[in-house]
């Protein structure tokens, strides 16, 4: 019965959408697959001002499944209008970032194993060489 209730709210819902000349515009993706969108500012069909919207269409989820964390904090903020911009440049913008600290970070340890493993090749050679002197009786000056 539930079921059934909410689909004809949908339709309802979908029904007002398509004559009160709503438009949603996609504003960007976040990690996890969720969608964003943005209506704007508009007249309804009675001349009422309906105010902007933003919302998420979750990727694999119905919204009753929604918990805390869901959502990231940048995009909670933008849906709550806490925040004027979308944060989709700065997610971006600190996904390259993270992966570049990655990069560097790994090619950072490959130069200290690289360095070390030289410095123990180079000690290792000198300790062979010692050690043919002292066999050939040479003794170093």
């Known amino acids: 019965m539930r079921g059934s209730m909410s689909g004809s709210q949908g339709l309802l819902r979908a029904l007002l959408r398509l004559f009160s000349k709503e438009v949603k515009q996609y504003v960007g993706t ?7 969108f943005y ?5 309804n069909w009675l001349g009422q001002t309906m105010r902007e919207r933003r919302f998420v ?4 989820k119905k919204e009753v499944d929604y918990r ?9 903020a933008w849906i709550r209008k806490t925040r004027k911009s979308p944060p989709t440049i700065e997610i ?8 570049l600290c990655a990069m560097v970070l790994h090619l ?3 130069l200290i194993f690289w360095t070390h493993s030289s410095l ?12 043919v002197n002292l ?5 170093p000056e």
Not at 39 to 43: D, G, L, S, T, V
């Open 92 to 99: 971006e913008c600190s996904q390259f970032h993270q992966s």
């Open 108 to 110: 950072f340890s490959l």
């Open 30 to 36: 976040d990690q996890f697959g969720n969608k964003y």
């Open 57 to 60: 269409e979750a990727r694999d």
């Open 68 to 76: 805390e964390g869901d959502i990231p904090m940048e995009w909670e």
């Open 135 to 139: 066999e050939s009786g040479d003794l």
């Open 120 to 131: 123990l090749m180079s000690r290792q050679r000198e300790i062979e060489e010692r050690a």
């Open 39 to 43: 209506i704007p500012e508009r007249k």
